[in-house]
């Protein structure tokens, strides 16, 4: 014990200038931790508070009721197209046109066939025969692209059309 104590008085200034050199470091981190801390503290008050007092737990609670909201809604929208699916697939989306001359004494192709049908093929085929003296008119029931009743060949011609989309050479 006396060799520590003549030890450190004979190297009193050079142990004290260590524990100075120990304490300012010390001082410097705590003054950057300090620092360090406050940044985080503003963060997290930032975070935690809105412009209008909020809290983050309201936030949180707002944006959960906005996405039910927005589910909710994408619900109806997807309710809404289903009908709008349906509706349109029976809707008109098949039409074909052929015109034509089925008597030799009139001028041009005054006639015509109109077919209209749905996405399921099904639909009318209208005929309109144009002769001198009068003109009349047909109209038949297509189902799946076909028909119950006989078909003229400007009719089925007039449904290939419609089906197909090509135009009659």
């Known amino acids: 014990m006396p060799d520590l104590n003549r030890l450190l008085t004979d190297n009193l200034a050079l142990a004290f200038g260590a524990l ?18 406050r940044g985080a503290m503003r963060r997290y008050r930032d975070l ?9 737990h309201d936030r949180l609670v707002g944006n959960a009721e ?12 997807e309710a809404t197209h289903g009908v709008i699916d349906r509706r349109s ?5 098949h039409i074909g046109l052929v ?6 004494d009139t001028g041009s ?19 309109s025969l144009h002769g001198r003296a009068n003109t009349r008119v047909f109209a038949k029931p297509v189902a799946a ?9 400007e009719e089925s011609q007039a449904i290939r059309i419609a ?5 009659p050479a």
């Not at 697939?89 to 989306?93: H, V």
């Not at 692209?145 to 060949?153: E, K, P, V, W």
């Open 20 to 37: 100075t050199a120990l304490v300012f470091l010390l001082l410097i981190g705590f003054f950057v931790q300090s620092a360090r801390l």
């Open 48 to 56: 935690v508070r809105d412009e209008n007092g909020g809290t983050l």
């Open 66 to 77: 906005q996405a039910v909201r927005a589910s909710e809604r994408m619900a109806e929208i």
């Open 89 to 93: 697939q029976r809707s008109l989306q």
């Open 99 to 104: 015109r034509f001359n089925p008597f030799d």
């Open 109 to 127: 192709d005054q006639s015509f066939v109109i077919a209209l049908l749905d996405d399921a093929r099904d639909g009318i085929v209208i005929s």
């Open 145 to 153: 692209g076909g028909s119950s009743h006989n078909l003229s060949d």
């Open 163 to 167: 089906i197909e989309g090509t135009r």
